[in-house]
């Protein structure tokens, strides 16, 4: 029987973020909570697999408040078997190292728990901080060759094959187990959950991880833990609008464009 | 790594399949000169790869002091075991004070893996890069929440700092041809057995030696608002009188209509063309974050409602359909009144 460890980050809708006019900070008030969409596909290619070979077992985790549970409901409906959720105040003010550092404790308890893993699938980045780096931070705390910017993935026996796509097209990479794997957007959408799947992740238990329950060193966590630091927030400035050409008459109104461009000099 | 006395910045340049130095890696040389200079540090490239003396040559053109280059058969294409092996173990023995790093997909690949490897912090897809006048740290500007929200970064007590930094937002100093630099070649190899990835195949998409958004001068980029895969025919016609390059929305990329190669925004390239051409694009601020830099910017839309209107320069609210080919037409007419 194969494993496959997903993991899952519950992030802001930031396609539904607003800026405050005023105050030039970001309005979270009423923006809904998701499960990161990178993190969907990544559930969704462990999905497939699945498909394939029924006997795979799909295990979840996630770090975050007790409300990220709301997250691995959704991701139990859809392909998801178990969950852990990491929990803890101690956590928090952690950047990409110290939170990827938290992770692999976490992925060895789960795997004392659950035995190993052929594979950990997690979203390429998460769409609130978008760094990509907590994958790549998370294989190599826990010694693991990785292929990143996955759009397919195929489980042979000891190796998975990667579609992977790079800035001229794709690369097909062949990757040894136990490994980990980050997924971008396929050309395909996650697959929406049934009536009874919703029905039988809100029965399945979510095991919670605190602090006390990992091998870890408090050093490494937290702020104190984290090498960055922000040093201040800002909005992006915005450029004041421009000229509207108003010609009712297409071929006008290109032709004032066209003069206007050639003025400027840009064409 | 905890903090070090040396001052050196590096850039890595990531060369491409025939061993040239992909334009970032020339791009980043810019500015890590401004940033190493006012603490005497050196500026150092790192070319990796198999057969990589023109990337070699052209860091030492493109303003690097000294080069160090490393290079072996399993270099010859990038793999994240023996990129990673390679680049720790130089930074073990030079100790510079930061490393900048092309955000592309093996940046980005290889960044985080360093990262962890050495213990220090990472700055993602910078966009801006100064120095704090009180410490001398790297002040890592970035954009976060799909670009509503700016932060900038440090990294104050972990040696290097470490930053990927998006192609296309600074631009490359004239050349200096022929100009020669320190190049010193370590002799360094990664046992095969330690590279646990197998690269099987590389497919190129069509037409994708022409994709050169991040230098092009012109863009007409293509959104919903094109409607197909078609709609982009009068685009590339659009491209031809006008010398540009093609682009597209993350919208038209989803919808099939065009290869991701071509794809904007702030999951696609950045560019910093004198004229960007947006045709049918709503202008969600996750595509603007990637024009930041365009110098003009013409909005075809017919959603007079649509945001990029707010942001450009000439807004023409109409179908692409129907402007597009009439644009055309009149530039052809106006380039044959020039004489151009």
Redesign the interface.
């Known amino acids: 029987m194969k494993k496959i460890l997903v993991c899952v980050k519950q992030v802001?809708d930031?396609?539904e973020?607003r800026?405050d006019p005023v105050k030039h900070t970001?309005i979270r008030e009423g923006v809904p909570s998701i499960v990161n969409p990178f993190d969907a596909y990544a559930l969704e290619q462990a999905a497939r697999i699945k498909d394939k070979e029924p006997d795979t077992q799909i295990v979840l985790l996630s770090m975050g408040p007790p409300q990220a549970q709301a997250a691995l409901k959704k991701c139990l409906a859809v392909g998801g078997d178990k969950a852990y959720l990491v929990s803890g105040g101690v956590f928090g003010g952690s950047?990409?190292?110290a939170t990827?550092y938290i992770l692999s404790c976490a992925v060895q308890k789960v795997r004392e728990l659950e035995g190993p893993f052929a594979m950990i699938l997690c979203g390429k980045q998460a769409?609130?901080?978008?760094?990509?780096?907590?994958?790549?931070?998370?294989?190599?705390?826990l010694g693991l060759?990785?292929?990143?910017?996955a759009v397919e993935v195929t489980a042979e026996q000891n190796a998975a094959?990667v579609r992977?796509?790079?800035?001229?097209?794709?690369?097909?990479?062949?990757?040894?187990y136990p490994?980990l794997i980050t997924v971008t957007?396929p050309?395909f959408d996650p697959r929406l959950p049934s009536i009874q799947a919703k029905l039988a992740a809100n029965h399945k238990e979510i095991a919670l991880l605190g602090v006390e329950d990992l091998p870890i060193d408090l050093e490494k966590i937290g702020l104190n833990g984290?090498?960055?630091?922000?040093?201040?927030?800002?909005?992006?400035p915005?450029?004041t609008?421009?000229?509207?050409?108003t010609e009712e008459d297409?071929?006008l109104?290109?032709?004032k464009?066209?003069a206007?461009?050639?003025k400027?000099g840009?064409? | 790594m905890m903090k070090s006395a040396k001052n050196d910045f590096w850039v890595f340049v990531e060369t491409d399949a025939t061993g040239n130095a992909k334009n970032v890696g020339l791009e980043l040389l810019n500015p890590g000169r401004k940033l190493a200079q006012p603490q005497g540090g050196k500026l150092v490239a790192v070319v990796v790869g198999n057969h990589v003396q023109a990337a070699v040559n052209s860091a030492a053109e493109y303003g690097a002091d000294a080069v160090i280059t490393v290079e072996g058969e399993e270099f010859a294409h990038y793999s994240t075991d023996a990129y990673t092996a390679v680049m720790c173990q130089l930074v073990q023995k030079y100790q510079p004070a930061a490393i900048l790093i092309g955000a592309t997909n093996n940046g980005r690949d290889m960044g985080p893996r360093m990262a962890s490897r050495l213990q220090t912090g990472l700055t993602a897809d910078c966009t801006a890069l100064d120095l704090d006048p009180d410490t001398g740290d790297v002040v890592w500007t970035r954009p976060a929440f799909g670009g509503n929200l700016m932060a900038s970064i440090v990294c104050p007590k972990h040696r290097p700092q470490l930053g990927t930094v998006r192609p296309g937002v600074f631009k490359k100093q004239e050349p200096v041809l022929g100009r020669s630099v320190t190049v010193i070649r370590e002799n360094l190899h990664v046992p095969a057995e330690e590279i646990r990835t197998e690269l099987l195949e590389t497919i190129r998409e069509a037409a994708v030696e022409t994709v050169d958004l991040e230098s092009a001068e012109i863009i007409v980029a293509g959104g919903r608002g094109v409607g197909s895969a078609e709609g982009f025919g009068p685009l590339q016609e659009l491209a031809q009188v006008l010398g540009a390059t093609v682009g597209a929305s993350r919208a038209a990329v989803d919808a099939g209509w065009i290869s991701h190669v071509y794809q904007i925004g702030q999951t696609g390239k950045n560019v910093a063309p004198k004229l960007y051409i947006a045709c049918g694009i709503s202008g969600a601020i996750q595509h603007m974050s990637g024009v930041n830099n365009a110098k003009c910017i013409v909005a075809i839309n017919q959603d007079p409602e649509a945001p990029i209107f707010q942001t450009a320069d000439y807004g023409l609210v109409g179908d692409v359909r129907e402007i597009v080919p009439l644009l055309t037409q009149a530039i052809k007419k106006a380039k044959a009144s020039t004489g151009k």
Do not use: M, W
């Open positions: 802001p930031t396609t973020i800026i970001l950047d990409t190292l990827s769409i609130d901080g978008d760094t990509a780096q907590v994958g790549p931070e998370l294989a190599e705390h060759p990785q292929v990143t910017y094959v992977r796509e790079t800035e001229e097209g794709f690369e097909r990479v062949r990757v040894q490994c957007k050309n984290s090498p960055t630091r922000v040093k201040k927030t800002f909005t992006p915005v450029k609008s421009g000229v509207t050409i297409p071929a109104a290109v032709e464009l066209v206007l461009l050639q400027d840009v064409l």
